[in-house]
């Protein structure tokens, strides 16, 4: 597609059962970036991949969070052990150039946990 | 972290009439963007800013850099039902980190038709 995509669009999981969250980024796109978005309220940096590399992980709210892009394309974010707080729409960006200022955002995963 | 304050927190306004928003800092951003977001969707960007006093239109949209470089604020014309969403402003480049946006709380417009 010419997007950014992501899936699973919606998830339901059960407080302590783990997640995988997919983003399939533009083709060629250098740059990808993970946002949390609260409910009400802005997204929030989680983390920054250029190519493969992580370069910026200071977002990520606990140690329960992982991020990998192994091939510098897909990317997943794991959360381990959820929690309600970790509700949210998790949002994937990429780019590319470096900038966050161009990226093309994602529709987003909406997780619950009940 | 970081916090913009973004102003009004929502709008109800009759379609044809033009809207203002606005956006502080308490920091310096060398970059401001405007977003609008539809329900189920990713941010969008409308218009981005580069430069301190800059003023850029993008159709019926106008934003401006403010010159102190903590503020930036966003002028729609002549609203029309589509409008409706949630408006960002997002600052970029503080500290020299380029990759990482800061966000608003948002402003929920709504347009009556």
């Known amino acids: 597609g010419a997007g950014v995509s992501q899936s699973p669009r919606y998830k339901v999981a059960k407080r302590g059962q783990d997640v995988a969250l997919r983003c399939d980024p533009i083709?060629?796109?250098?740059?990808l970036f993970w946002y949390q978005q609260a409910l009400g309220q802005g997204p929030e940096f989680l983390t920054y991949?250029?190519?493969?590399?992580?370069?910026?992980k200071s977002g990520l709210p606990s140690d329960r969070f992982f991020a990998e892009r192994p091939e510098g394309s897909v990317s997943t974010l794991k959360i381990q052990r959820t929690q309600k707080e970790d509700s949210a729409v998790y949002l994937c960006?990429?780019?590319?150039?470096?900038?966050?200022?161009?990226?093309?955002f994602g529709p987003g995963t909406r997780l619950t946990v009940l | 972290g970081q916090q913009l304050n973004q102003s009004p927190q929502s709008m109800f306004i009759q379609e044809g009439e033009d809207v203002s928003m606005n956006c502080t800092s308490s920091?310096?951003?060398?970059?401001w963007l405007w977003y609008k977001q539809d329900p189920g969707e990713g941010p969008v960007l409308l218009i981005a800013?580069?430069?301190?006093?800059e003023l850029t239109s993008n159709g019926r949209l106008t934003a401006q850099f403010g010159i102190t470089r903590k503020d930036s604020f966003l002028n729609i014309s002549a609203s029309i039902p589509s409008d409706v969403g949630i408006y960002f402003c997002?600052?970029?480049?503080?500290?020299?980190?380029?990759?990482?946006?800061?966000f608003g709380k948002g402003t929920l417009l709504t347009v009556n038709p």
């Open positions: 960006a990429s780019s590319l150039a470096l900038s966050a200022g161009v990226a093309f």
């Open positions: 083709s060629g796109h250098v740059s």
């Open positions: 991949f250029q190519n493969e590399a992580q370069l910026d």
């Open positions: 920091s310096i951003f060398n970059t």
């Open positions: 800013l580069y430069k301190a006093g």
């Open positions: 997002a600052g970029l480049d503080s500290g020299g980190s380029n990759y990482k946006l800061t």
